[in-house]
């Protein structure tokens, strides 16, 4: 239960953000041995700069080169200024090479984008503070809900920026922020405006679709008799869904708890969807990913969109009441994974959300 805690905590409602990732503590090795930052540069302070984040402002001198992402998210923003980094972390990481030699296999929706081969540092939630040092980077970005409580080391290693995530002014802040310490601010401007302007193009092709089905519900779970978690306007997926014009479902205020979680009992409380979607997650990566299964016909996101959907597929099209609702009878079901949905939560991300929604709702 404690991991399904953390795990709402990132991705889902800033309380909820996909447990993908669950721990917030970066283990491995002596602090005692790590240089501060401050020794191994000597910054020309005329070209540096006050960068603001969530645990402050950090000084960041010259042009960094030498750049590491500790989260999908700080991934995802920084390939969208079209920055590489020299060595990343992943969510529920099972490639075990000491680089991501084919990251376009390795590396589920933001592979196709690495360049080169960076340094595996391992899970999101455990990277190697020892290969870390060995890299020397002169910027570290990641998420204050995984790295906070490591702040101060990484800053020893590195100028670090961590912010938390979860609307879309949160993820335009964040991609503003990181644009400063890496002098693109006009590049980040030009993602937010081209983001803005493809959801007015989707809103406009899903006017039919809204008009006729206005009411959707979006939930995730791993598995239905464990309850689920109900979006709405307070995360980017929520926001993301009511720009285009849905209409978000939410639990009636006589039915809902302190507890984040809802029942599969309460679904009947639910029916006035006329659409939902699901959001899967699974964090067992003992089945399920294994990387000698990828081919050119199998990807890595194949087998992640398997691998986090198959149990509440099952879960929802056997049971009773799930089954009894409008939604489903009509076949209004549609699924997705919490990893890409919330784990990437950034302008990369929203656009394989807008993808997706093509998908379901045209066909295309």
């Known amino acids: 239960m ?9 991705l889902m409602l800033s309380c909820l953000t996909f447990g993908l990732i669950v721990g917030c503590s970066l283990l491995t090795g002596s602090h005692s ?15 540096c700069r006050m960068v603001q984040h969530d645990l402050g402002e950090t000084q960041i001198c010259g042009q960094p080169k030498q750049v590491v992402t500790l989260s999908l998210h700080g991934l995802d923003l920084l390939l969208s200024l079209d920055v590489q980094p020299i060595a990343t972390t992943m969510t529920l ?21 690495l360049m080169g081969q960076p340094v595996n540092l391992g899970a999101d939630n455990t990277p190697s503070i020892e290969t870390l040092v060995g890299l020397k980077p002169d910027l570290i970005i990641g998420e204050r809900g995984r790295s906070g409580d490591e702040y101060e080391t990484l ?43 493809d959801i007015l193009a989707l809103r406009d092709e899903l006017r ?54 809802v029942s599969l009992e309460m679904l009947p409380e639910l029916d006035e969807a006329e659409t939902i979607i699901i959001l899967g997650w699974n964090l067992d990566t003992s089945t399920g990913l294994d990387s000698k299964s990828l081919s050119a016909e199998v990807s890595m996101e194949d087998l992640l969109g398997v691998h986090q959907t ?23 079901i ?14 990369i991300g929203t656009e394989l959300v807008l993808e997706d929604l093509r998908q379901f709702f045209l066909g295309e």
Do not use: C
Request: hydrophobic content about 35%.
């Open 310 to 332: 198959k149990k509440i597929r099952e879960d929802w099209h056997t049971n009773k009441i799930s089954q009894s609702l409008t939604a489903s009878q009509e076949n209004r």
């Open 334 to 347: 549609y699924f997705a994974t919490f990893y890409k949905w919330g784990g990437l939560s950034g302008p």
């Open 208 to 261: 039919g679709t809204v008009a006729t089905h206005p009411k959707l519900l979006l939930i995730g779970a791993s598995q239905l008799d464990q309850g689920f978690f109900i979006l709405d306007t307070g995360n980017s997926m929520g926001e993301l869904l009511q720009t285009i014009g849905f209409e978000l479902v939410k639990l009636p205020a006589a039915f809902q708890s302190e507890s984040a979680l």
């Open 2 to 10: 404690l991991k399904l805690r953390r795990l709402t905590t990132g």
């Open 33 to 47: 041995e790590i240089s501060p930052a401050s020794d191994l540069t000597t910054p020309d302070s005329s070209d």
């Open 93 to 113: 990481n099972v490639h075990r090479g000491k680089t991501f030699d084919k990251p376009a296999q390795q590396i589920p929706y933001l592979g196709d984008r």
């Open 155 to 197: 800053s020893q290693i590195a100028p670090t920026i961590l912010w938390s995530r979860g609307t879309t002014e949160q993820w335009q802040k964040s991609l503003r922020d990181l644009a400063t310490a890496l002098n693109l601010e006009d590049k980040a401007e030009q993602v937010i405006q081209q983001q803005e302007q």
